[in-house]
């Protein structure tokens, strides 16, 4: 199938066009920054940004697309599960 925006430069707004499960660990980072990040059980997540800042978000709903970079999900104080990474 031909990707009609394949000469188009990705904006970090724009549509992600990778996704990738994330296990949540408390010593090591993910396999890559995102720019955005699903739950598909909601609860806390618990993550580092890109920046640096380390941060809980509560009650997340199940189904949530949070549009942050991410550096490191939690293992300690994250609750939600089925967590994708979107790159």
């Known amino acids: 199938?031909?990707?009609?925006?394949?000469?188009n430069a990705?904006?970090?707004n724009g549509p992600?066009?990778?996704?990738?499960?994330?296990?949540?660990d408390?010593?090591?980072d993910i396999s890559e920054p995102t720019r955005g990040l699903y739950?598909?059980?909601?609860g806390a997540i618990a993550l580092i940004t890109l920046s640096g800042a380390s941060i809980i978000f509560t009650e997340v709903p199940a189904g949530a697309v949070l549009p942050l970079r991410v550096t490191r999900v939690?293992?300690?104080?994250?609750?939600?599960?089925?967590?994708?990474?979107?790159?």
């Open 1 to 7: 199938m031909a990707d009609r925006f394949a000469s």
């Open 10 to 12: 990705t904006a970090a």
């Open 74 to 87: 939690l293992a300690t104080g994250t609750t939600a599960t089925a967590l994708i990474g979107l790159a």
């Open 26 to 28: 408390d010593a090591n």
């Open 39 to 42: 739950t598909g059980t909601g």
């Open 16 to 24: 992600a066009t990778h996704a990738f499960a994330i296990t949540p």
